[in-house]
Every structure is written in structure tokens, then in C-alpha cells.
């Protein structure tokens, strides 16, 4: 990947483990971590939903990704759109979706609250991601 303007891909590289060539040291610490039950919840979504399907309008797909986004908020877990975006290209999203998940983070950051219907995601989902994290039984 070649981009004139780095600031715009740091996201991507770190979460699609490019091979770096030349003086990989411009791309250390340029993108915020995500928190690993944060990235479990992302991997959630990623598998569940239909990446040929938009996630802007209301839908299957909105709704399985709108709903968690906003329950890990809720719970109090950070979250970066540029580094939640730059996960979710190097991780299969394409297109379109990859700017709306950002609109939805960020939006959620400012502490709107993106449409979507309620009861389709478990009422205990943070608690099962972190569970799948630390190894628990779920």
C-alpha cells in the first residue's frame, strides 16, 4: 500500500501486520490499542454480520453492529474510530462500511445513540466477551 498521507493508514498497518519496508520506526505508537475485549466484540460482529450488506441503513446488520458497539460503551470500554476502522479493513470489512463503523463509534464517543432495535444482542454480551478474553467459563 502506498498513501501520500501516512496519518491516514497507521490503523491499518498496525492491525494487518504489514510488512514494513524501509524505516518501520514512523509507524510505532501512531495508532491507539484496542482493548482485547474490544477487539473480541469486533471479531463478534465481523463474523456475524454480511459484509455484502450496507450497516448505515436499518437492518440485520446495523443492528448487530450498532448494539455492541453501544453496550461496550456502556460497560466503559474505550474506543478509537480510527484504530476500530483500521481493525475492521485489515480484517475482511470493505467499502463503505469500514467509514460507517467509524461514524458509529465516533458518534457513540460524543454520546449519541445510533438507531437500532433493541434485544438483538444478549443482555450479558460484555460479560461473555470478557469472559472469552480472561478464559473464563461463559
Known amino acids: 500500500v502506498i498513501e501520500w498521507v501516512t496519518e491516514n493508514i497507521y490503523p491499518w498497518v498496525k492491525y494487518s501486520n504489514a510488512e514494513l519496508l524501509g524505516d518501520p520506526s514512523i509507524w510505532e505508537e501512531q495508532t491507539a490499542e484496542i482493548d482485547p475485549v474490544v477487539i473480541r466484540g469486533m471479531e463478534s460482529i465481523t463474523s456475524l454480520i454480511n459484509h455484502n450488506n450496507s450497516i448505515s441503513g436499518a437492518g440485520f446488520e446495523k443492528d448487530h453492529t450498532v448494539g455492541p458497539l453501544v453496550m461496550l460503551h456502556e460497560a466503559g470500554y474505550a474506543m478509537d474510530p480510527s484504530a476500530i476502522k483500521g ?52
Open 87 to 138: 481493525w475492521a479493513a485489515a480484517n475482511g470489512w470493505r467499502g463503505d462500511n469500514v467509514k460507517h463503523l467509524g461514524d458509529y463509534v465516533d458518534q457513540i464517543n460524543r454520546g449519541g445513540r445510533p438507531r437500532f432495535r433493541a434485544g438483538t444482542t444478549r443482555k450479558d454480551y460484555v460479560k461473555y466477551l470478557e469472559s472469552e478474553v480472561d478464559g473464563s467459563p461463559n
